[in-house]
């Protein structure tokens, strides 16, 4: 039920997060880092999961699903080198100041084993449809502040990734129309509950062709 409840409210998190499921296997250890919520939760295949967030009550809601959790910054991970077989880098590094994002994309390849795993919103077109979305939200008395941090940060390039990492596997993801008009639905309480998920069921087979906003990306070590 609350897998359900996911793909129908929270459609954006269901398109970052499924490209994982076949990435990993049961046997990996996993850190989320910025992973909040614990939305890898409904992802992973039992994993032994540990989520890594500054956010105290995001941290809380891992916890209800039974994850383990630690609150620490992504730039500086307490743990020893290759601690973790999987290190998972989701929605989280565009909210990583532009200086310390080198440092951060180097913390996942220290305490990571053989693998990670990372998504990010990225290019012109995604800065376009966060101003507008953060502007819309704006009107309606609704203050976006995750959205605020993309523009204020700037979002990600590539070429901090193919700087960083050796051959990079990249695939595009997200087409650009139909994660705004999920974005506005998911903003309006009335709709929020039920129409996101309903709504991409039908425009699927759109969410695969571009213009894209965001980027997944499969760094093996």
């Not at 996942?108 to 995604?126: C, Q």
Request: proline fraction near 5%; charge should be positive.
């Amino acid at each position: 039920m609350k897998k359900l409840n996911l793909y129908l409210s929270s459609v954006d998190k269901i398109q970052r997060y499924s490209p994982i499921y076949n990435e990993i296997s049961s046997e990996e250890r996993i850190l989320d880092v910025g992973g909040g919520d614990g939305t890898i939760a409904f992802f992973n295949k039992g994993n032994d999961t540990t989520i890594l967030d500054i956010n105290e009550e995001e941290l809380k809601k891992s916890e209800k699903l039974g994850l383990k959790t630690i609150k620490a910054s992504g730039d500086k991970i307490p743990f020893p080198d290759k601690s973790f077989d999987t290190v998972l880098s989701i929605a989280s590094l565009e909210h990583v100041p532009p200086n310390k994002r080198l440092e951060y994309l180097q913390e996942l390849k220290r305490v990571a084993s053989k693998k990670i795993l990372i998504y990010f919103p990225t290019g012109k077109k995604a800065e376009k449809y966060d101003r507008k979305l953060f502007n819309f939200r704006k009107k309606i008395g609704k203050h976006d502040k995750w959205t605020e941090e993309h523009i204020k940060n700037g979002l990600p390039s590539i070429d901090l990734i193919t700087k960083t990492f050796s051959n990079p596997k990249i695939k595009y993801i997200q087409n650009a129309d139909v994660w705004y008009l999920i974005m506005l639905i998911q903003t309006i309480p009335i709709f929020n509950k039920f129409l996101p998920g309903l709504v991409y069921t039908i425009l699927k087979s759109l969410d695969r062709k571009p213009p894209f906003i965001g980027v997944f990306v499969k760094c093996n070590l």
